[in-house]
Nanobody, 116 residues
Framework: QVQLVESGGGLVQPGGSLRLSCAASGFTLDYYAIGWFRQAPGKEREGVSCISTKDGNTYYKDSVKGRFTISRDNAKNTVYLQMNSLKPEDTAVYYC?????????WGQGTQVTVSS
């Protein structure tokens, strides 16, 4: 059984940081490209970041480049999203997904709220 479980969301002030975790089970990280989508109220769901299973190359949505960093720990079968310099427009429910480029599995989502 495939399962993706996110954690690490919360409420932070603008300029603050959060680290999201996605624990995967039922497969290893070399099988699917694991990434993150997000959906803000009243807006469409959008891809944020992913990490390649083949070469470790990363993808970032333009608006988060230089602020977010995606990484993985194969031993723990976990993908992380370090989010720095957070802005109010980053407020959304963040979802871990597999495969990022053709999503099949979704986590339950974790709320990130950036507000003063």
């Amino acid at each position: 059984q495939v399962q993706l479980v996110e954690s690490g969301g919360g409420l932070v002030q603008p300029g603050g940081s959060l680290r999201l975790s996605c624990a995967a089970s039922g497969f290893t990280l070399d099988y699917y490209a694991i990434g993150w989508f997000r959906q803000a109220p009243g807006k469409e769901r959008e891809g944020v970041s992913c990490i390649s299973t083949k070469d470790g190359n990363t993808y970032y949505k333009d608006s988060v480049k230089g602020r977010f960093t995606i990484s993985r720990d194969n031993a723990k079968n976990t993908v992380y999203l370090q989010m720095n310099s957070l802005k109010p427009e980053d407020t959304a429910v963040y979802y871990c997904v597999a495969d990022f480029w053709n999503p099949i599995y979704w986590g339950q989502g974790t709320q990130v709220t950036v507000s003063s």
